[in-house]
């Protein structure tokens, strides 16, 4: 029997290859390290994320929450 916390990600996954989750633009918050950024890709089940520093990093799905539904033009 799967838990709870595998059947939340593979929901979440399914969620993000239906483009329902995440989209360029959104601003998100890292749940692991606190980083801060707006997405600039999202693939299957990761977001490359930019931080206003100018920093990229990658991140699952499983570990980004949306800072708020505000979207922002990349440049």
Same mark, same amino acid.
């Given at each position: 029997?799967?838990?709870f ?11 993000q290859r239906?483009h329902?989750? @995440?989209k %360029? ?7 692991? /390290?606190?980083?801060?950024?707006t997405?600039?890709r999202?693939g299957?089940?990761?977001a490359?994320?930019i931080?206003?520093d100018?920093e990229? @990093?990658? %991140? ?6 949306t800072? /708020? ?7």
């Amino acid at each position: 029997m799967k838990d709870f916390k595998k059947l939340r990600e593979e929901a979440l996954r399914q969620q993000q290859r239906q483009h329902e989750v @995440f989209k %360029e633009g959104d601003s998100v918050m890292s749940s692991r /390290n606190g980083e801060k950024g707006t997405i600039h890709r999202v693939g299957g089940n990761y977001a490359i994320v930019i931080t206003e520093d100018g920093e990229m @990093f990658r %991140e699952w799905i499983k570990n980004i929450r949306t800072i /708020n539904n505000t979207r922002r033009t990349l440049p």
